[in-house]
């Protein structure tokens, strides 16, 4: 229900912008995460934002470099990744929830729905 598009390869330092789309559902009803998982590691939030977008929450590891934003008419939910880094690297996942905002940046539940994830590979 959830697709995620705008992965690929970039040289560190630079930037890309991933979107996710809701099929079959709207998103404007929902908190709106980013998430990662790189190999051998647990996934992590990465970002999170609120149902109006006025509201937003992220990891200290990206915290200046990454802005999360949605446009709840496009029904659409983005990531600005700046000043990638290796560490960066990872399948981002987009994640929606149906709770509020504070369950999910206080990590007291998971995110309702997923996607499958789109590749960052960060080169050095």
């Known amino acids: 229900q959830l697709v995620e598009s705008g992965g690929g390869l970039v040289r560190a330092g630079g930037s890309l912008r991933l979107s996710c789309a809701a099929s079959?559902?709207?998103?404007?009803?929902?908190?709106m995460g980013w998430f990662r998982q790189a190999p051998g590691k647990e996934r992590e939030s990465v970002a999170v934002?609120?149902?109006?977008?006025?509201?937003?929450y992220y990891a200290d590891s990206v915290k200046g470099r990454f802005i999360i934003s949605r446009d709840n008419a496009k029904d659409t939910v983005y990531l600005q990744m700046n000043s990638l880094k290796p560490e960066d690297a990872a399948v981002y996942y987009c994640?929606?929830?149906?709770?509020?905002?504070?369950?999910?940046?206080?990590?007291?539940?998971?995110?309702?729905?997923w996607g499958k994830g789109t590749l960052v590979t960060v080169s050095s």
């Open positions: 079959g559902r709207t998103l404007r009803r929902s908190v």
């Open positions: 934002i609120n149902r109006s977008g006025g509201v937003t």
């Open positions: 994640g929606a929830g149906d709770s509020t905002y504070s369950d999910y940046v206080n990590r007291k539940r998971g995110m309702d729905y």
